[in-house]
């Protein structure tokens, strides 16, 4: 995607935030797309270590979280020692590192025309994939990869996955609490699907400094793990770009939660960009995501007379594909273009 593309996406993302009256407490002051307007802010940093469900710094947190979101649409996630630093060297600088060094003919034994496995063109293997009770996805792909075994392997990216997931249900769980539809909490857990990415960009010799250009997650939520070599660039809701460090954890909101919360949260936009000067970058993403037959609909909760229903039911798995099908063209609102509901003049 073209600078002056990414720019026009991002000026709409903002008109998107003001015209479908999601927090328009807040005044978007313009899209500033120098360096300097990415580094007046830092994302607010929320620690989520050793925390119990319902107790005074749970209550705290969940607070913390959701002032985060009206303000940012984003954060950075801090989750010791579950995802502390030593588990990170291990997951970037070992484990990730040995499955993108298999020559090619190994990787591609896990090559599928979906969004599972390797895709050679992205460079991206799909690590774990399962509902909330599933242990096995790990130790599939390392018996693919590595049929005499790898137990390091098996044993960092399973327990990498565990804490991505508990990070994943906190937030989740907080959010939902916050907006008083906790009720549908275990029942929305049994139909979610983990998914663990691991990503390896390359730089390749062309004119365009963007690896994606200016774009929402279609998710429930997503974890960002970007490690050493930062990229990611996040449109947060003041109209600024901000660089998040290389070294954290960044929680995204995706498609599918601003549509299940009829808009009370929302998916913010972010971009990646090359960094000229490395030639490898690894990134992590942990996402959950609706499960084959969950029909992602708000509960009756949050509708009322001012907060009137947004988006019509839908499938994950719909909403997917049509995603899939728009790449190239993408709508600037693909989730409103996909089940949108016109507000009555």
Known sequence: MSGLVASTVAENLQEIYLQEGLHSQFIIVGCMMNSKSETQQQLPKINFSGLVVGTPEWIAV???????????GTFEAVYDPHLDPEL????FKKAITELFDLPTHVKSRSVTYTSKSYIPSEQGFTVYEGNVE?????????SLMWPQGNSHFCETMQRYAEAMKELNQMIT??????????????????????MLRAICYKNEEDKDDLYMGTHTDIHFLTIVAQHEVDGLEVLIKSGQWIKPAPYCYIVFLGDSLQAWTNGR???????????????????????SRGAKEFIIQAPPELIDVTHPVLYKPFDFNDYFQFYLSKLGSMPTNPLKTFCGIEKPV
């Open 134 to 142: 599933s242990i096995h996805s790990v130790q599939s792909l390392t």
């Open 173 to 194: 769980r907080m959010i939902m609490e916050s907006l008083g539809v906790d009720k549908y909490y275990d029942e929305m857990n049994q139909k979610i699907n983990y």
């Open 265 to 287: 949260v929302q998916a913010i936009g972010h971009r990646i960009r090359k960094n000229k000067s490395h030639d490898t970058r690894y990134v992590t993403q942990f996402m």
């Open 88 to 91: 990170r060297e291990q997951v």
């Open 62 to 72: 969940r607070t913390e979280v959701m002032n985060a979101l009206h303000v940012y």
